[in-house]
């Protein structure tokens, strides 16, 4: 996977400070978030069979049902994440247990 230029000139628009990029509230630990919750839809996708904001096939009773908040302990501190629920309970994400 290659990062374009252009990408990486709009993430950082706005870093003028080293804590801006890597500071508790800066661009790197917004960035493992985000990624982390997008993974995690996806997973989820995966598990219920239909993408998010589509119908679901008409044989598929388990639905999406919010999220939960969740707290990652690691290297950058806290990370607070939204981990996806579905209706029924059987999802288990497999990035974060």
Known sequence: MTISKELLDELLKGCERPEDLLGNNGLMKELKIKLM????GA???????YEDGKEAPPDQ???????SAKRLKGQDGELPIAV????DGSFEPELVK
């Not at 009773?61 to 999220?67: A, E």
């Open 84 to 87: 996806p629920r579905d209706r």
């Open 43 to 49: 997973e989820l996708t995966a598990h219920l069979g």
């Open 61 to 67: 009773v388990n639905r999406r049902n919010g999220s």
């Open 37 to 40: 919750e997008r993974m995690l």
